[in-house]
């Protein structure tokens, strides 16, 4: 009897689990379940071209329609795995029905965070997670003034992290006028620490962005919100960026072991044999980096799911590519590979013109090993960044540009 893989999920890391299979010569069933009732699709383009009027709708989907048709994928939109029974290989599913597997894989992604603050249930509040919040953000920034309530020609983000910053560029390319709300001294301050959260302020300020830091939200009112110092903030509508969480509920209510997501091996294996993970959900350890790693970033979603294809059919494979993310905002692009671990103190090393926001800079480890590389509005030296990332290095020599940095690797190193 030939063998069904089921995917939990409808993103970007289930679609290519299905394209890895197929491509791996697997001939049985396949199904995919996703909660949302669109094809599976990538989420960058939710906080960045297509939030912005750039990016066509039909270019976030990972696949058209008559792909999985053709690659006889079952694909199954606006439905939930509701319960799992790893000792009977058996999924339940929100329409009343149920599924056998051999092997499944959880693509279960992540939840945005919510407000708790009084007032965080009014209409004006909106988050950023799917492409229908990202539909009613675009309706909300692009409405004529005269629309009332939906008409934002304020708008207040709380949060200054990825999707704050990148709503509050594409909301003051739209004209919007932008308060972003965050308490902590810099933006970003957890992925990038101080002196590069200080670049991305003064970027947002340079644009209009009136930029309150150390400040904490205490009310969403009906015309605004109000910090807890008591000042209000007039705004029309509020977008929510404070972090997301990994959707664990399914895995934990199965007994999966649970630690910042579902667990993994190098392969993407869970405890279970029979059951693997991928993408936002995934804590999977890193061979290269010696420790579990769960990152919300577009390229293990991307890049993940070949493995665990591969591992699902009996094969070898890890996962050991660095994490790797980018942002564009307004006229800064930015690149960034490796990894920091949150609340970990590294030093900086900057080479290049910061003020004219055209410079790399490193995370260096105190025994000189470079923990992480950023490349901003620079383009032409990703592979150098690459094979640094995890070498050592002279600090003198790393920060001058008169030095090649193909030549940095200590020997040894």
């Known amino acids: 009897m030939p063998a069904t893989f089921v995917i939990a999920g409808g993103g970007l890391a289930a679609a290519k689990t299905a394209e890895g299979l197929r491509a791996e010569g697997f001939d049985g069933a396949i199904v995919l379940v996703g909660r949302e009732p669109h094809l599976p699709y990538e989420r960058p383009p939710l906080s960045k071209g297509y939030l912005q009027g750039g990016d066509e709708r039909q270019k976030i989907f990972v696949h058209d329609a008559d792909w999985y048709r053709d690659h006889a994928v079952d694909l199954r939109t606006g439905v939930t795995v509701t319960g799992l029974d790893p000792a009977a290989h058996q999924v339940t599913l929100s329409d009343g029905g149920y599924l056998r597997y051999d092997k499944l894989l959880l693509a279960t992604g992540a939840t945005p965070r919510r407000l708790t603050v009084p007032g965080h249930d009014r209409g004006n509040v909106l988050y950023l997670r799917t492409v229908d919040d990202c539909d009613r953000l675009r309706t909300t920034l692009s409405a004529p003034r005269s629309a009332a309530l939906s008409a934002a020609g304020r708008i ?7 999707i704050g910053l990148e709503t509050a560029a594409a909301a003051r390319a739209a004209g919007v006028e932008v308060t972003v709300i965050e308490q902590e001294r810099q933006p970003l301050l957890g992925a990038l620490g101080p002196e590069i959260g200080a670049v991305f302020a003064a970027l947002h300020r340079d644009h209009g962005v009136d930029l309150r830091l150390g400040a904490r939200l205490a009310e969403i009112t009906e015309t605004g919100v109000r910090l807890a110092d008591g000042t209000h903030i007039d705004a029309d509508a509020v977008v929510a960026g404070i972090g997301a969480v990994p959707d664990t509920e399914l895995a934990a209510s199965a007994g999966l072991t649970i630690d910042n997501g579902v667990k993994t091996t190098a392969d993407l294996r869970t405890s279970d044999p029979d059951i693997f993970a991928a993408g936002d959900v995934a804590n999977a350890y890193h061979p290269r980096l010696g420790r579990h790693v769960r990152v919300e970033h577009w390229a293990n979603a991307l890049n993940q799911p070949a493995v665990a294809a591969r591992v699902m059919l009996g094969r070898e494979a890890v996962y050991d590519e660095l994490p790797y993310f980018y942002t564009d905002q307004y006229d800064l ?7 920091v671990p949150p609340g970990v103190s590294h030093d ?5 013109d910061v003020a004219g926001r055209e410079f790399l800079a490193f ?3 105190d025994d000189d090993t470079v923990a992480a590389a950023m490349n901003v509005n620079i383009w032409d030296q990703g592979d150098q960044l690459k094979a640094l990332v995890g070498s050592r290095v002279d600090r003198g020599a790393l920060a001058d ?5 193909d030549g940095l690797v200590r020997s040894g190193g």
Not at 156 to 162: K, L, N, S
Not at 333 to 339: D, I, P, R
Not at 348 to 352: L, P
């Open 401 to 405: 540009p008169a030095v090649p940095l």
């Open 333 to 339: 692009g930015m690149e960034y590979l490796g990894h």
């Open 363 to 365: 995370w260096l480890r």
């Open 348 to 352: 900086v090393v900057i080479r290049g």
């Open 156 to 162: 207040a983000v709380i949060g200054a992290g990825w």
